[in-house]
């Protein structure tokens, strides 16, 4: 694994100029971690304009490890050579797409690594060919939350979700039918192997940092977790998070107040009532652009589709969520969440449980 990225990230033409690097205090992290850039924020930021918007797509050969490890809805993939494929198809289906960064949660992992969650939001139209079938020439807009371990200025893993079902909906058609195209089966740990005994210490992506950093909020957000969502106390949500709390979540859907959290709570938890949420990874940051503290979490959901009919008619086969928030605290409170997962995914297995046209599994362009 290099030392260093290959080439300069900038790769400046006429019309562009190099900002100046200031290096400053990143707890800890030697400069060999983000180089050539000012702080991991940057690096993540400028390295997702070059191959998303400026579509130096082969560059991902330079950013991700040759052996990387891709989590997503639809199972984990290795090797760069499906992350450049999939990229590639991604951007033909949506040529005017563009990735804009909302936030970048990041935090390091020893001296030379670090962990991001990155929120974009992005836009663009449906003007290619792509898995979902023909153009439609639609707009769209949605969320994803990308979340990285970078070492040494490569990318060694990654868990990414991707709310597919906005953008479906967007584009006009039907997410059953699309469901039953990518038809595929819970795996009962094929996405993720067994989750981390103290993520509060370690997580997926390996120890954090002595002491945890901004150990309060991180303590915070996982307790609201274990609390109200895994132990069904959403009685308890006014104790975690502020009067005036705004969740946006899946299917570009914003809800506020307590009894909004609630009601977006029980549309991720009633359909599986045995379901459980595990901690794969944690991660807080604080800077004054993006408002305060910041956490971000990686979970995952494994549970039975027996309760509510939110995806059709119970089947009671399992189904598997990979999913990512990330907390705004203020005061104390959260005060915001970004919680992102892909129903399309959810519909998938469930289409395949009832034997709707099953298929290998395969992640939308």
């Given amino acids: 694994m290099a030392d260093a990225p290959k080439s300069n990230p900038h790769e400046t033409g006429p019309d562009e100029t190099v900002p100046h690097k200031t290096v400053q205090d990143v707890s800890g992290l030697r400069e060999i971690a983000y180089a050539p850039y000012r702080d991991p924020e940057e690096f993540i930021t400028e390295w ?4 998303w918007v400026r579509r130096g797509v082969g560059l991902i050969r330079e950013n991700y490890a040759a052996d990387s490890i891709v989590h997503g809805a639809y199972g984990t993939v ?3 050579e499906p992350v450049v494929s999939s990229t590639l198809q991604k951007i033909s289906a949506f040529p005017d797409r ?4 909302d936030d970048v949660v990041w935090e390091a992992r020893g001296d030379d690594a670090f962990v991001s969650s990155h929120r974009v939001f992005s836009a663009g139209t449906h003007t290619g060919v792509s898995g979902y079938g023909p153009p439609t020439h639609r707009p769209f807009v949605s969320r994803t939350i990308a979340t990285c371990l970078y070492r040494r200025g490569v990318m060694e893993e990654e868990w990414v979700v991707r709310d597919e079902l906005a953008v479906v909906r967007q584009l006009g058609l039907d997410p059953d039918a699309v469901a039953r195209r990518l038809a595929f089966p819970a795996g ?3 996405i993720l192997g067994d989750p981390p005994a ?3 210490t370690a997580g997926d992506s390996g120890a954090r940092p ?3 950093a901004r150990r309060g909020e991180c303590e915070h957000a996982l307790e609201l977790i274990e609390e109200v969502w895994n132990g069904r106390r959403l009685d308890r949500v006014t104790g975690f998070v502020a009067r005036d709390v705004t ?3 899946t299917g570009h859907r914003d809800v506020i107040r307590p009894d909004g959290y609630q009601r977006a709570l029980l549309d991720l938890l009633a359909p599986f009532p045995d379901g459980r949420i595990e901690i794969r990874d944690v991660a807080a940051h604080e800077s004054a652009p993006h408002g305060g503290v910041r956490v971000g979490v990686v979970w995952f959901l494994r549970g039975t589709y027996g309760g509510t009919p939110r995806y059709g008619a119970p089947t ?3 189904v598997e969520v990979l999913g990512a928030s990330q907390f705004l605290f203020r005061d104390g409170r959260i005060v915001r969440e970004w919680r992102i997962y892909d129903e399309i995914s959810v519909l998938a297995q469930i289409a395949h449980a009832r034997g709707d046209e099953p298929s290998e599994p395969s992640d939308p362009a």
């Fill in 98 to 101: 563009v990735g804009q960064a």
């Fill in 188 to 190: 009962g740990g094929r």
């Fill in 48 to 51: 997702t304009d070059r191959i």
């Fill in 198 to 200: 103290a993520p509060l």
């Fill in 78 to 80: 290795r090797g760069v």
């Fill in 210 to 212: 002595a002491g945890g």
């Fill in 247 to 249: 969740c946006h979540t």
């Fill in 316 to 318: 009671g086969s399992p």
